[in-house]
Structures are given as structure tokens and as C-alpha cells.
């Protein structure tokens, strides 16, 4: 019945930004913590940042003072700005959600070319 949808995703030159959202449906309550991985081609996915409902971040150390994650407690969306954006940047970044039974999205694509 939860259902997480990423959105916001798509073709970026190097030194572009982008915002990804995520939209959470099918939950009355708020999540506890929602954020966002990238899928690391097919790696392990890794941590890029996460805020729980009352406002606590945490980011992976690759991103810290270049992305930003924000949360609208009433839509129950998360977002994700991506300034600055690189190469090194470019994959399907995942949102995920957990209350705690852990949910994910199906992600949103960013490459990132020259």
C-alpha cells in the first residue's frame, strides 16, 4: 500500500543543478525518516542524505556541502538539491522511507554529461 515516487530526475551538464523529490503515499502518518541513496552501479547502494520528521540530517561524506535535503512534513515529501553537479554524480538515486518497516522507491535517473 506505501508507495514512494521519485521525481526530477534527468540529463544535467557538469556545474548544473537539479532537485529530486519524493512523494510518499499510502501512510497516515508522517515517516520517521525518509532520504535518499544512490544505486552505485548495481553496488551497495550508498547513503547520500536522510532527515527524520523532526528535522535531524545526516549526509554521506561525498556530498556534504553540495547537496541539501529538505522535507514538507504535510505533503510527506522529501527532496533533494543537487548543486554543483559532477560526473562522479551521475547515477539512479533512490528514495527511501522507513516507520520503521523500510520502503523504497523504483529511483530517478541523473546523468550528468558533458
Known amino acids: 500500500q506505501v508507495q514512494l515516487v521519485e521525481s526530477g530526475g534527468g540529463l544535467v551538464q557538469p556545474g548544473g543543478s537539479l532537485r529530486l523529490s519524493c512523494a510518499a503515499s499510502?501512510?497516515?502518518?508522517?515517516?520517521?525518516?525518509m532520504g535518499w541513496y544512490r544505486q552505485n552501479l548495481g553496488k551497495q547502494r550508498e547513503l547520500v542524505a536522510t532527515?527524520?520528521?523532526?528535522?535531524?540530517?545526516n549526509y554521506g561524506d561525498s556530498v556534504k556541502g553540495r547537496f541539501t535535503i529538505s522535507r514538507d512534513n504535510v505533503k510527506n515529501t522529501v527532496y533533494l538539491q543537487m548543486n554543483n553537479l559532477t560526473p562522479e554524480h551521475a547515477d539512479v538515486y533512490s528514495c527511501d522511507a522507513h516507520d520503521p518497516n523500510n520502503y523504497w522507491g523504483r529511483g530517478t535517473q541523473v546523468p550528468v554529461y558533458s
Open positions: 532527515m527524520t520528521s523532526g528535522g535531524i540530517t
Open positions: 499510502g501512510i497516515l502518518s508522517r515517516f520517521y525518516v
